[in-house]
């Protein structure tokens, strides 16, 4: 798995610029517009991906591996949350968005009515959505009930759930984050989240905090999981308790699973097509479970 403490958000990768010059052999402006008409457009070279952060890590080592395969292809890839990519999308700043939620009715209005093009989305990559605890933790399973509680500041101590005498200290993302928003529908069922949950800029920033932090819980992406634990999840207090996993994942009884997303605006341009092409390939999906997320089943 990589780290994106390793690999930095922003800095993985340069788009370069192409850049067209007159040469001695080439018909002066006046003789081509006589006697040739417009001039072939030379094909795409670079590709800007924008988005989840849960997503950016998996972005970087899909262009990673691509540009090596592809000589004279560069492709960068930003994070900044799923909203944030969505919003690149829409101005035109991106040729990809990687979200890991749906687009929202309105984003896809606002893109067709900025851009006169149609959301077009492509499923990617599979997640469990994890809850995180520290390392330290007694605490093996948790039910989507107990932690919409928590979350909601209704249960504040882990004695209350079967675990020691000590206040819960809350980890959760941004309100521009796409893991935000699903926890939030999945598991609050769309309320809001406790004053108390300390909200932060980056998957790795929670799995940092939940660290360093053994009366600590959080959410966020399968594959951030380094030096922590996540806890079995029990769709009902009833429920048997499911670990995430690839099967878990794929079959649907993990009960917090999910896809994670391209868009684009309308269809893309070939260069981009055939990037997006690769991602869902068997080359493109090999990279998927090499990073730590979960491959789509087959027929997805």
Known sequence: MISLRTLGVTAGFVVAAAACTRTESQPSPSASSSTTGAQPV??????SIKGSDTMVILGQRWAETYMKENA??????????SGTGIAALINGSTDVCESSRPMKDK????????RSAEAVETKVALDALAVYVNAKSPMQEISIPQLAKI??????????????NHAIILYGRENNSGT???FKEHVLVNKDFAAATQTLAGTSAVVNAVKGDEFGIGYGGIAYLEGIRALKVKKEDTSPAITPSLETAQDGTYPIGRFLYF??????????????GWVVSEGGQKVIGDVGYYPLPKGK
């Open 107 to 114: 984003e896809k209005e606002d893109l067709k009515a900025k």
């Open 263 to 276: 868009y684009t605006a309308g269809q893309p341009e070939p260069t981009t097509k055939k990037f997006i």
């Open 72 to 81: 004279g292809i560069t492709i960068q890839v930003t994070g900044g949350g």
């Open 42 to 47: 030379a094909a795409k070279t670079a590709i």
């Open 180 to 182: 935000y928003g699903y």
């Open 151 to 164: 979350y909601l500041g209704e249960t504040k101590n882990w004695k209350d759930i079967g675990g020691p």
